[in-house]
């Protein structure tokens, strides 16, 4: 690697680790249902409207990246970004936090629709998988980090200003400033888009390319089942083994651990063996963790599944979203929109899982994050490098 991709790929690496703000939504809906009296249902509203955004900018901010590039788009993305994590500073109530929540999302949809392709412009070709999970890699860092700052904001143990575990909002938003500032000076040279740029009309006509289609349901569900765990883990050590919220919350952590060891890791395997053996690795991975979730009455038990879906659902999302990107080589801001949108999977599983969960207990949840699973099982034959 030059000197000059290193330079560049440093503040592109930062800006991973901002986009991984989104999964603090996972702990903080836990401690806000908890601090507001909420049921599931009604807590779960808060991870499934930060996704909800997904569907609704994704698409747009592939024309928009047409318009104004990549990196300005990544800019724009943190500032929205920088806001909702100011405005919890200011209180909990339930309006503050979905305001809040809400533009977590929406920054965070710009974010992840222009970041991806921002890395094709700086590492390309058979590299770009590899490359975008080590991005993963540097996200989980920011995702495994956040319930233990509001696990130990909530129990005093740092400096709080009197916010509690709503300290994570500040100490990201810094780290957010720092990501904007550094990629706001670094030159990168970006491709001119050829012809006229896509229509509306003409985004959604590329999900009638069979690959493009099923690899949007394929990000769907790998979403789906990552918030789906992010926010179930706890409640399944706090409904099976009697732990406390603030016990319960290492769960969380445990997850993004073992996806931060898989988006390390990853980013080797994918160099040197094919990305289909990997891809079918994982899902074995992720199938043994749903029965132990389901079954499981331990604690030793729940920990391992949420280790294993956490190595597992590490590099579904840059095995997916590189197959889509190279099937369709001059549509890459349009694909890379639809693809987006595909998280808006994280808004449909909390939901259903919300209500399952409430009418028959955690393993109703379970169930339904074993759906996507089944689904994945069946994307395999779809990959062809």
């Known amino acids: 690697m030059s000197k000059n991709i290193k330079l560049t790929i440093i503040p592109v690496m930062l800006c991973f680790f901002a986009m991984g703000f989104v999964d603090l939504v996972g702990i903080a809906s836990n401690y806000v249902k908890e601090d507001l009296a909420l049921n599931d249902s009604t807590a779960n509203i808060f991870p499934s409207l930060v996704f909800f955004w997904f569907l609704i900018f994704s698409v747009p901010t592939g024309m928009l990246m047409n318009k104004i590039g990549r990196k300005?788009?990544?800019?724009?993305?943190?500032?929205?970004?920088?806001?909702?994590?100011?405005?919890?500073?200011?209180?909990?109530?339930?309006?503050?936090?979905?305001?809040?929540?809400s533009l977590l999302g929406i920054g965070n949809?710009?974010?992840?629709?222009?970041?991806?392709?921002?890395?094709?412009?700086?590492?390309?070709?058979?590299?770009?998988?590899?490359?975008?999970?080590?991005?993963?890699?540097?996200?989980?860092?920011?995702?495994?980090?956040?319930?233990?700052?509001?696990?130990?904001?909530?129990?005093?143990?740092?400096?709080?200003?009197?916010?509690?575990?709503?300290?994570?909002?500040?100490i990201y938003m810094i780290i957010g400033v720092l990501a904007s500032l550094l990629l706001s000076v670094t030159s990168i040279k970006e491709e001119k888009i050829e012809?006229?740029?896509?229509?509306?009309?003409?985004?959604?006509?590329?999900l009638g390319k069979p690959i493009v289609l099923l690899s949007f349901l394929g990000i769907m569900c790998h979403v789906g089942i990552d918030v789906g765990t992010n926010t179930t883990a706890p409640k399944l050590l706090m409904e099976r083994v009697g732990m406390t919220l603030n016990e319960a919350a290492f769960a969380t952590s445990l997850y993004f651990i073992f996806r931060t060891i898989g988006c390390l890791t990853g980013s080797y395997f994918l160099r040197v063996i094919k990305s289909k053996t990997f891809f079918l690795i994982s899902i074995i991975m992720m199938s043994v963790s749903m029965v132990g979730m389901f079954f499981g009455e331990s604690k030793i038990v729940l920990y391992i599944a949420m280790a294993l879906v956490g190595y597992g659902?590490?590099?579904?999302?840059?095995?997916?979203?590189?197959?889509?990107?190279?099937?369709?080589?001059?549509?890459?801001?349009?694909?890379?929109?639809?693809?987006?949108?595909?998280?808006?999977?994280?808004?449909?599983?909390?939901?259903?899982?919300g209500f399952a969960s409430d009418a028959v207990g955690?393993?109703?949840?379970v169930v339904v994050?074993?759906?996507?699973?089944?689904y994945l099982f069946t994307y395999i034959k779809n990959i062809k490098h």
């Open 72 to 101: 300005n788009t990544v800019l724009l993305s943190l500032i929205v970004t920088m806001v909702s994590l100011l405005l919890p500073i200011f209180g909990e109530t339930f309006t503050i936090m979905l305001i809040s929540f």
């Open 109 to 170: 949809a710009l974010m992840q629709t222009s970041l991806n392709p921002l890395v094709s412009e700086v590492i390309g070709g058979s590299n770009l998988a590899s490359t975008l999970t080590f991005g993963q890699f540097v996200k989980a860092i920011a995702s495994f980090m956040a319930p233990y700052i509001a696990m130990w904001g909530a129990m005093a143990t740092i400096p709080s200003f009197g916010l509690g575990w709503r300290v994570l909002f500040p």
């Open 195 to 206: 012809g006229k740029p896509s229509t509306f009309s003409e985004c959604f006509k590329l």
């Open 313 to 353: 659902n590490s590099n579904v999302f840059s095995i997916i979203f590189s197959q889509a990107l190279l099937s369709v080589p001059e549509k890459k801001n349009e694909v890379s929109g639809l693809m987006i949108m595909g998280l808006f999977g994280g808004t449909v599983f909390p939901l259903l899982m």
């Open 362 to 365: 955690q393993v109703g949840a």
């Open 369 to 374: 994050m074993a759906i996507g699973v089944i």
